[in-house]
T-cell receptor, first 114, second 115 residues
Framework: GNSVTQMEGPVTLSEEAFLTINCTYT??????LFWYVQYPGEGLQLLLK?????DKGSNKGFEATYRKETTSFHLEKGSVQVSDSAVYFC?????????????FGSGTRLQVQP | EAGVAQSPRYKIIEKRQSVAFWCNPI?????LYWYQQILGQGPKLLIQ????????DSQLPKDRFSAERLKGVDSTLKIQPAKLEDSAVYLC?????????????FGPGTRLTVL
């Protein structure tokens, strides 16, 4: 079955540091890939997505590239802010079945210190 | 546009009691999902509806969990009887579907504590 593995947290960075959160996946066929973010006290929000190999998703300074050869979708940001402190979830959607339910990783908590 | 609404936000019950959660998806969204998120883990799909029909309930513990989506709008998820391991956040999400409308929108969740 489908699965997503992401690096464990918490990840603690100083403001303006470079961020990488690793995500690898196992899936049959050609899934769509997502990063969701959960800010404290709020629901899950879509951060970015990519639907095919070599696509780059980007939003709010965050980027991730769909790498089929390494089955990865690592999240990066060049300069984090305190307001980026949240839990980040990598997820995939199996387009083959058409159902598009999401399979999530376990989440990575990011703490950014001023 | 109003988001996905869920109630209650918090619920504390004792084991073997029953509980029900309610979800109102974004207007016009045909697909509705219920996910279970145990502390420290990512959400896991319980059931998916397309309008008022079940698309996938393979991960739903049917001996104790049930869900319905009458009239293809609101949905209710029920647990009867609850076990300690059911303590989790229950998330509802909806999706419009169709070309370019693939994003799932999540509600704030219901946090269930079973004592």
């Amino acid at each position: 079955g489908n699965s997503v593995t992401q690096m464990e947290g918490p990840v603690t960075l100083s403001e303006e540091a470079f961020l990488t959160i690793n995500c690898t996946y196992t899936a049959t066929g050609y899934p769509s890939l997502f990063w969701y973010v959960q800010y404290p006290g709020e629901g899950l929000q879509l951060l970015l997505k990519a639907t095919k190999a070599d696509d780059k998703g980007s939003n709010k300074g965050f980027e991730a590239t769909y790498r089929k050869e390494t089955t990865s979708f690592h999240l990066e940001k060049g300069s984090v802010q305190v307001s980026d402190s949240a839990v980040y979830f990598c997820a995939l959607s199996d387009g083959n079945t058409g159902r598009r339910a999401l399979t999530f990783g376990s989440g990575t908590r990011l703490q950014v210190q001023p | 546009e109003a988001g996905v609404a869920q109630s209650p936000r918090y619920k504390i019950i004792e084991k073997r009691q029953s509980v029900a959660f309610w979800c109102n998806p974004i207007s016009g969204h045909a697909t509705l999902y219920w996910y279970q998120q145990i502390l420290g883990q990512g959400p896991k799909l319980l059931i998916q509806f397309q309008n008022n029909g079940v698309v996938d309930d393979s991960q739903l513990p049917k001996d104790r969990f049930s869900a319905e989506r009458l009239k293809g709008v609101d949905s209710t998820l029920k647990i009867q009887p609850a076990k300690l391991e059911d303590s989790a956040v229950y998330l509802c999400a909806s999706r419009a579907g169709g070309a370019g409308r693939d994003e799932q929108f999540f509600g704030p969740g219901t946090r269930l504590t079973v004592l």
